[in-house]
Each structure stands twice: as structure tokens, then as C-alpha cells.
Nanobody
Framework: QVELVESGGGLVQLGGSLRLSCAASGSIFSISIMGWYRQAPGKQRELVAAAASGTLTNYADSVKGRFTISRDNAKNTVYLQMNSLKPEDTGVYYC?????????????????WGQGTLVTVSS
């Protein structure tokens, strides 16, 4: 079983910054992609940023130049540095980890989600 623990959300004013963290633990065999999604009130969950196991990253157009995703593979942790925050960035941010769980005798697909952390940007 794999558990994701998120932290770093909160209330911030327009133009402020926040840093989200997500640590994965448990029966992790390997991680290929770590990412952040968000869900605003009344809207569908959307991809914010994702980082592959190498240096490849992907960002939503709305956050390019303002958000930076990074990984600490030794700690199975992914971060999202959010700068120049806007009210439209408000929402619940979810961490997602994909790869494989288990061990060399039994490997399963891994697609785990964090519990979500609320980010509120006030104007």
C-alpha cells in the first residue's frame, strides 16, 4: 500500500507564493511520474504540472512561468513552487504518483492520489 501526504496549502494574497509538498511512502517499487492536479469549485480536476523520472516536465498553460515542479527522488517527494498567485489558482490541489508498487516478486501498477490541500488566493 502506498500513502501520499501533502502539505503547504493555505490562504495567500494576490501575487503571493506558496510551496506544496507531497511525500510518498509504502510499498513503492518505482515511480515514473509525479504530478499536481487541482480542482476549483464547480469545475473538473485539471493537470497543473507533472514531472517524469528524468528532467521532463509539463505545465498547464495557465501556470507556465509562475509555477515550478521539482522532485527529490531519494525522498519520493514532489514539490510545487507557486509564485505570482492569482485568485483563479484557488482550489484543492492533489498530488498524483504513478509507477509500480510491490517488490521483485509481485509488482502492481501504481496510481495513487493524495488527500488534497486547499489553496485560496484572495484579491
Amino acid at each position: 500500500q502506498v500513502e501520499l501526504v501533502e502539505s503547504g496549502g493555505g490562504l495567500v494574497q494576490l501575487g503571493g507564493s506558496l510551496r506544496l509538498s507531497c511525500a510518498a511512502s509504502g510499498s513503492i517499487f518505482s515511480i515514473s511520474i509525479m504530478g499536481w492536479y487541482r480542482q476549483a469549485p464547480g469545475k473538473q480536476r485539471e493537470l497543473v504540472a507533472a514531472a517524469a523520472s528524468g528532467t521532463l516536465t509539463n505545465y498547464a498553460d495557465s501556470v507556465k512561468g509562475r509555477f515550478t515542479i521539482s522532485r527529490d527522488n531519494a525522498k519520493n517527494t514532489v514539490y510545487l513552487q507557486m509564485n505570482s498567485l492569482k485568485p483563479e489558482d484557488t482550489g484543492v490541489y492533489y498530488c498524483n504518483v504513478r509507477g509500480y508498487s510491490g517488490n521483485s516478486r509481485a509488482i502492481n501498477d501504481l496510481d495513487a492520489w493524495g488527500q488534497g490541500t486547499l489553496v485560496t488566493v484572495s484579491s
